[in-house]
């Protein structure tokens, strides 16, 4: 089973500010089965990237993501006030089908 | 427009049965896998189970298999969760997601890009 460890846990950052998002995976993973999501509190999760670097329909381009093998980023080149939220990482396996990561926080400094 | 709508959630005991339901709109159902995510009170996201178009593939998570059952009638755009024998762990709101796929030559890539907004399902005595 193929474990995603996200990191940091927090990342407190200032509107207008770069935000660096890590993904690691305990072993490679395909770029095409590797997604990021983002959840507000009280709302369902949002897909923002799939196949490791594809904006989903909608998805703003300050949201970018990267990487390859055991390691992937997603990065917001500028954070407006309405991406403060918590983001997972997502692998699509055999067993278990998919595996989120444990999420990163990004909050208000 | 694209939409879920979950149902079904409420308290029950433990060893307790619920079912849940997903009905869908906006899109053609029949022609997408279907996934079940859970998340557990200040917790992060855990896939639960996922039905493919035809019914024909089935996966659970280890930590609901033989208690949880996924099935979907694609006549009457539904997805379903049968849960038995529920556990205080089972505590948590379930999602139903959509699970698409996107051709970029040569790879297929797989996400969860519609969610329904999800049904509480406590278990406590």
């Known amino acids: 089973e193929i474990v995603l460890t996200q990191s940091p846990g927090t990342l407190s950052l200032s509107p207008g500010e770069r935000a660096t998002l890590s993904c690691r995976a305990s072993?490679?993973?395909?770029?095409?089965?590797l997604a990021w999501y983002q959840q507000k509190p009280g709302q369902a999760p949002r897909l923002l990237i799939y196949g490791a670097s594809s904006r989903a329909t909608g998805i703003p381009d300050r949201f970018s993501g990267s990487g390859s093998g055991t390691d992937f980023t997603l990065t917001i080149s500028r954070l407006e006030p309405e991406d403060f939220a918590v983001y997972y990482c997502q692998q699509y396996g055999s067993s278990p089908v998919w595996t989120f990561g444990q999420g990163t926080k990004v909050e208000i400094k | 427009e694209v939409q879920l709508v979950e149902s079904g959630g409420g308290l029950v005991q433990p060893g307790g049965s619920l079912r849940l339901s997903c009905a869908a709109s906006?899109?053609?159902?029949?022609?997408?896998?279907m996934n079940w995510v859970r998340q557990a009170p200040g917790k992060g996201l855990e896939w639960v189970s996922y039905i493919s178009s035809s019914s024909s593939t089935i996966y659970y998570a280890d930590s609901v298999k033989g208690r949880f059952t996924i099935s979907r009638d694609n006549a009457k755009n539904s997805l379903y969760l049968q849960m038995n024998s529920l556990r205080d762990e089972d505590t948590a709101v379930y999602y139903c997601a959509r699970e698409s796929e996107w051709l970029v030559p040569p790879y297929y890539y797989y996400g969860m890009d519609v969610w329904g907004q999800g049904t509480t399902v406590t278990v406590s005595s």
């Open positions: 072993q490679s993973v395909s770029s095409s089965y």
């Open positions: 906006g899109f053609t159902f029949s022609s997408y896998s």
